[in-house]
Structures are given as structure tokens and as C-alpha cells.
């Protein structure tokens, strides 16, 4: 169920310096398929055909573009009306990546560039092998966070359903359909932190574990029950700085009444199975990427 001119997360567009390992990775750990290439772009998908993460081969790592569903094509043209509106720059009228039926790029507060898709419809399809199931939501550290949260409620139609730290003064998590979250934003120095995919089971989180170590690498964090959403999680840092989350079991929210979930200053929100010092790994919130983007 969605209400607004948003009902779903898209995609995410990361330039990469190293786009084989990139690939590689996002085949080998994360357990996407390649779906196509086209000039210095490779798309990968969990299931399907349509590409919910690109990689762009670059000179420098960074933030190319997030992707949003809108419903229908009058959603669409809503959506551009009110970016018009807003006073904001658009960058393109026509769709990064195959099998969009209409699509616009605009750039967003800060320099976050944000592609608005209507695709077309697929049937039934489920993950081959150990892969994810979808792409389910980013989490980015604007500069200003309240700014931000008042444009994606505003102007994008997002609902809140939790508030970080007394009033907000550390961030937001905000829905776009019944999944608890599909953008979290948590005030800090205007990165992308992370992209997240929902796993089959909690066992694929080991997996992870297991396939990271196989290929001499770490987990940088987990398992963990998140206190906002609920959802268990892992994560791991992928080639170009950026954090990706693996996740299962997250809340769905299906009363549009329900009020906030508030998490004051003091109270956990990150860990529920942990309030030890320090259980949230040191320098986790210190990676991400910046939008390339520019006015
Ligand atoms: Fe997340």
C-alpha cells in the first residue's frame, strides 16, 4: 500500500574507481546478477531484470544517483510539478537504464541527485541462489537534516516513523509503503552511508559472514536487532567506501495512525541485544560517499 507520490525504492548509482572489483563483489558477497552493461555503466539486479544498483566506472568513488518508484505516470508528472515548484534544477528527462517506461533526475537538497522512475510491472520472481530479495532502503547523512526531512515529508509524500534523539536532533526514519523504512537520515556530513538489501532468512546474515571470510574479508557489523524497525542486520563495506546492509525481518507498518516511534537522547536505538559502550563499531558512521552532483 503506498499514499503518496512515492511507493517504492528504486535503485542506487555508485561511481566506482575499481567498477570490476565493484562488480565482482556485488556478484560474489552480495549476491546480485549482472543485468546489462552500456558504455561505464554495469547494472545488477537481486531478482529479475531491472537494474536496482549501477555501477559507474570513474576516476573518484561517489554518489551518482538515488532511485525512487513513483506508481503511475501521473504520479510521475506530480512529482516534477512539485520539484518545478520547489525551485529545483532538473538534470535529465529521460531514463538512466533500460526497462523504465518514464523517467526524471533532479537535484535534490545538498547536491543528492534523485531519479523519479515508473516501470513497468513484472510478475512473481524470487532470488536464485543465496541473493537478496530486493533493494529496501539507503540511509544518508545529510548536513542538514531537518531540512531534508521536511522536503522528503513535504514534497515527496514520505511518512515518519521514527524520531531520533530528543525532537530529532540526530535523524529520522521515513516510509514510503507499509516497510518501516525506505530512507533513513541521521544529521552528519552529507554522504550516503548505506544501501540495504532484504535478505531470504537471518541465516543468509552468516552466510554473509561466511562469504566474506572466504574471500578475506569482514563483516563491519553484526548481527544486530535494530531498535528503529526492528530489523536484524549486517554490514559490510563495499569497494567504493560505502557501507552495504543485508536485513530481514523488518517492521511493517499498516496503521496509518500510528504516531512516531520516539527514541529521546540516551535511549538505544541501534542495538536492542546490546547497550555496551562502544557496540557500535568505531568510525561505522565515518564512512559513505558524497553526491558527485553539482549545481
Ligand atoms: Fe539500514
Redesign the pocket.
Known amino acids: 500500500m503506498a499514499w503518496g507520490v512515492i511507493s517504492d525504492m528504486g535503485s542506487v548509482t555508485i561511481r566506482t574507481s575499481d567498477i570490476e572489483t565493484s562488480v565482482r563483489d556485488a556478484v560474489g558477497i552480495l549476491g546480485l546478477t549482472e543485468v546489462g552493461r552500456d558504455g561505464r555503466s554495469v547494472h545488477l539486479a537481486a531478482v529479475g531484470d531491472r537494474a536496482e544498483l549501477t555501477y559507474v566506472a570513474a576516476e573518484e568513488d561517489g554518489l551518482e544517483r538515488l532511485g525512487l518508484v513513483a506508481p503511475t505516470l501521473d504520479g510521475l508528472h506530480e512529482v516534477r510539478r512539485r520539484i518545478e515548484h520547489e525551485g529545483l534544477p532538473v538534470l535529465s528527462t529521460t531514463p538512466s537504464q533500460p526497462g523504465i517506461e518514464d523517467a526524471f533526475t533532479f537535484l535534490g537538497p545538498e547536491g543528492f541527485a534523485f531519479e523519479v522512475v515508473v516501470r513497468p510491472g513484472t510478475g512473481p520472481a524470487q532470488p536464485v541462489g543465496f541473493g537478496p530479495k530486493r533493494y529496501g532502503?539507503f540511509?544518508f547523512h545529510p548536513q542538514d537534516h531537518r531540512r531534508m526531512v521536511a522536503f522528503l515529508t513535504e514534497v515527496l509524500d514520505f511518512r515518519v516513523s521514527d524520531v531520533i534523539g530528543t525532537g530529532g536532533s540526530i535523524g529520522y526514519f521515513l516510509r514510503c509503503s507499509t516497510e518501516h523504512h525506505g530512507i533513513?537520515l541521521v544529521g552528519g556530513r552529507g554522504t550516503l552511508h548505506?544501501h540495504?538489501w532484504e535478505t531470504q532468512s537471518f541465516v543468509d546474515l552468516a552466510k554473509l559472514g561466511d562469504r566474506l571470510h572466504a574471500h578475506g574479508r569482514e563483516l563491519l557489523w553484526a548481527p544486530v536487532r535494530h531498535g528503529a524497525g526492528q530489523n536484524l542486520?549486517a554490514y559490510y563495506l563495499e569497494h567504493s567506501g560505502n557501507v552495504v546492509?543485508l536485513?530481514t525481518d523488518m517492521e511493517h507498518i499498516y496503521d496509518d495512525d500510528r504516531p512516531p516511534v520516539e527514541w529521546p537522547d540516551g535511549k538505544v536505538w541501534w542495538n536492542e541485544w546490546s547497550t555496551q559502550s562502544g557496540f557500535l563499531p568505531e568510525g561505522f558512521r565515518d564512512h559513505g560517499l558524497a553526491p558527485v552532483a553539482k549545481h
Open positions: 532502503h540511509n533513513a548505506h540495504a542486520a546492509e536485513y
